[in-house]
């Protein structure tokens, strides 16, 4: 860690910790909070000194801009334990990078990288203690910035928080996933904010999910906005397609979220010798390989679930199954994203952080 902002970093610890409250063993995901955040305050132009302070409720005026227009970006990361319990980080600066995109398009100021990463390494090695090294769990990160500030008049905030708080937490999804294939809503549009995490796209994703889930479905497959022919995101994951041996994910756009998990898994898929294909893939292309048998899997990436293979389909009324594999794409690359990101075999592509 560089001390360019590190030794800056005031912090208030708690006075007893809530460690000795929480069963490792049955994690829930993202419903734990572990002792300490990270707070840094955007005002008079300017991000302040971040602070580390016990993990606690945040005091807003009600004309907070946030309630009102919705300025807030975050991200998901997350923290592993390896078996000499050493802490790593996944393409960390690929999250800091991002964050600041989703930040510049709502019109929010953009956070140093210095002060991004050596605020959460100060937080990570206070935290220690919050990384399970049970199976399959890892301690999450969800850094976010919102509007602070106060007034009614419809205009950017001139003051905004940048928070980081950890979640101990076991996996994403249990048991199967059917998704139904959406052909009336939309997540995002051209020209919009669909490539940014920003809040607001997901408060537009839970109605529509919602009709999904009353139907007997779990998510919703998002597809383009103006002919709902092609498919473009798996709930709030993005979506691999493996027809025959070839595996095929749209193309990023102002559409469809640039996520790490998903530029990973090409990445690997590649080196394995597995033929991808990055294009546009219709709905129509999808039945079809269904019916002619060579639709082999379909599952979500992102970093909360990692990979999340889909047992069905829905689409016009029509549920259509997705056959049982023993040797799966899907299985085979999240066991070989989850060993880099565990430290458990080498790190050929350099993505590991260690946070030391
Ligand atoms: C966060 C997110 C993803 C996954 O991105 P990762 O960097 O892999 O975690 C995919 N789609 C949407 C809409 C997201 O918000």
């Known amino acids: ?7 800056k970093i005031s912090v208030e610890k708690i006075a007893k910790s809530k460690i ?3 069963d490792f063993n049955e994690l829930p995901f993202g419903q734990i909070y572990s002792d300490h955040m990270l707070v840094c305050d955007y005002e008079d132009g300017k991000w302040q000194l971040p602070k580390i302070v016990p993990y606690q409720n945040i005091s807003l005026d009600p004309s907070a801009k946030i309630f009102h227009y919705g300025q807030s970006v975050f991200e998901g990361m997350k923290a592993y334990k390896d078996e000499q319990d050493d802490i790593w980080l996944f393409r960390p600066l690929d999250n800091q990078k991002r964050l600041n995109i989703s930040a510049k398009r709502l019109a929010m100021p953009e956070l140093p990288e210095s002060y991004f990463m050596e ?5 990570l090695l206070l935290e220690k203690d919050w990384i399970p090294t049970t199976k ?4 999450y990160i969800r850094p976010f910035i919102f509007a602070s500030g106060n007034g009614f008049h419809a205009s950017p905030s001139d003051k905004y928080k940048f928070i980081i708080a950890c979640s101990p937490s076991g996996p994403y ?4 996933l059917k998704v139904l294939i959406e052909q009336k809503y939309s997540r995002s549009a051209n020209g919009g904010v ?6 607001g796209n997901y408060a537009g994703q839970f109605y529509p999910t919602n009709l999904a889930i009353q139907k007997g479905y779990h998510q919703v497959i998002w597809t383009d906005d103006t002919t709902h022919e092609n498919i473009e995101e798996a709930g ?3 979506i691999f397609i493996r027809i025959g041996d070839t595996l095929i994910t749209a193309p990023t756009s102002d559409r469809i979220l640039d996520g790490i998990t998903r530029k990973s898994i090409i990445k690997i898929a590649k080196d394995q010798g597995i033929a991808v294909e990055i294009r546009n893939i219709s709905v129509h292309e999808i039945v079809e390989a269904h019916n002619n048998g060579i639709l082999k899997e379909m599952f979500g990436a992102g970093t909360a679930a990692v990979i999340s293979p889909i047992d069905a389909f829905g689409y016009q009324d029509k549920d259509y199954m997705l056959p049982k594999m023993e040797d799966s794409y899907a299985n085979k690359l999240k066991k070989q994203i989850t060993d880099i990101q565990y430290n458990k075999s080498e790190d050929k592509f350099g993505w590991r952080y260690g946070v030391k």
Request: proline letters at 0%; charged letters at 15%.
């Open 173 to 176: 999804f249990g048991g199967e």
């Open 136 to 139: 399959n769990s890892s301690l």
């Open 236 to 238: 709030a994951m993005n």
């Open 119 to 123: 605020g959460l390494e100060a937080l």
């Open 1 to 7: 860690m560089s001390l360019e902002v590190s030794q």
């Open 20 to 22: 000795d409250q929480v």
């Open 194 to 199: 669909g490539y940014a995490k920003a809040g």
